[in-house]
């Protein structure tokens, strides 16, 4: 399968579209795109095909900012460059896109992780007038002070005192943001494909660079389910069809047990293969019981649990900015076994840029032990944790990422953040506090504790 010269106009008009920068660069972009697909002519248009041409665009990025450094000052690298690097990413979506209806996906479940120039993302300490320090990212921070200000439904306890416990620790030079790709592109391409639709009443292909945000599907049988595809923002949730509920629920009593938690993660395993949802990309699926936590009647039982699967990138687990473990959630009902709901399945392409890391690791075991980014207390309650002379011991770290939300000019960005996860050793004394998280990127912490 070739891409002809009308695909390609069409991949470079539609890039030109969403970086309007590179308008006037349309030759360079036509030279960048011929030269990498003439090293495959007749290669077919598939993951690996496309793995293979992500790389050759990055060294070949790599190469042009090589060239101009050697002569321009180091300090004065053309914005092109800059422009260029934030647009490989969008060429290699869109060279699928273009196959959209041939079965290429639109929004790739199995995470990729596209690199791009250093510090590609801007300042991550930068803030607008009025943000705290600390709150960058979308996250309190403690500011030096052991009162950390924790996102909304987090318990802190800045009455305890941390202790680091584990063994030494090192750091690399440098640590790699990731950046989430979004549905931007599907959202043209579904546009572009729905311009072509004969309405009728309306002539959709009179509209200008339409772009189509989201759409929703009802199956309309028994036990249905809404499907709500928010194309922009590249992400699915899956609930019950009220309408085709409606009925139903009469036949349905109250649970009589809770059932094991084997069977409850088959359930979430058949509903997921039912609808191709592939759960192999995630890490062992969880069934949570912090209900427990909250409800000291022996009698009470819930309706319904969710089965989690965490999220892995790189071999490193995601954690939400609540501090919970992200990933794909399923709510099933304890009653009659049915799923009611899905969340957390987005696209899983990154663009990733390095950032310099703090290396000095007796300051990042010091903001451990003063709480650091945040504490989380995913199952506690302020009434079951031990007074304020208790000692909570930090174990060697592992590393992750955290979720951060950021408004950029505008956009929201979701960038996922290197850090140190700390467990806490043991939780026999009630406090339930889970881990305390440290962010890497020397800029992240500058902005938040002094030095």
Known sequence: MRISEEEKNKIIEDICALHKDLASQREELRELLDALLLLRPRAEISDRFRAELRDSLVARARE????????????????FNYLLAGALASLVLLVGAVYLWGGEALLPGKPSVVAVHEKMFGDLSSREEGVPAGEVLGFGGAGGSPAISAPSGLFVAPSYRFE?????????QSVRVLRRIKGDYASKAFADRLR???LGIFDLSRLGNPLLQSFSLIEDRPYGYEIHVNLAEGNITINQSWVSWQGEEEQVGMPNAIPEDGVLIGVADGFLAVYGIDRDIYDTPLVSHDWRVFQNDPDFMPDALRVSYPAMITDNPVFESSGEQAGLSVLIRLRDLRVLSLWGLAAQSYEGSLY??????????????????????????????SDASSVLYLDTPFRGYVKSM??????????????????????????????????????????????
């Not at 042009?64 to 914005?79: G, K, V």
């Not at 650091?372 to 302020?382: Q, V």
């Open 64 to 79: 042009l900012s090589l060239r101009e450094r050697e002569t321009h000052h180091r300090f004065a690298l053309p914005r």
């Open 164 to 172: 680091y416990r584990g063994v030494p620790i090192s750091v690399p």
């Open 196 to 198: 072509k639709t004969e």
């Open 356 to 385: 310099p890391a703090e290396r000095d690791t007796d300051r990042l075991i010091s903001i451990a032990e003063q709480g650091g980014w945040f504490s989380a207390f995913p199952t506690g309650l302020p009434s079951q944790r």
């Open 406 to 451: 950021r408004d950029r000019e505008g956009t929201m960005e979701e960038l996922l953040v290197p850090s140190f996860i700390f467990p806490v050793q043991g939780e026999e004394d009630g406090s339930h506090l889970s881990r305390v998280i440290v962010p890497l990127p020397r800029e992240v912490l500058d902005s938040s504790w002094d030095r």
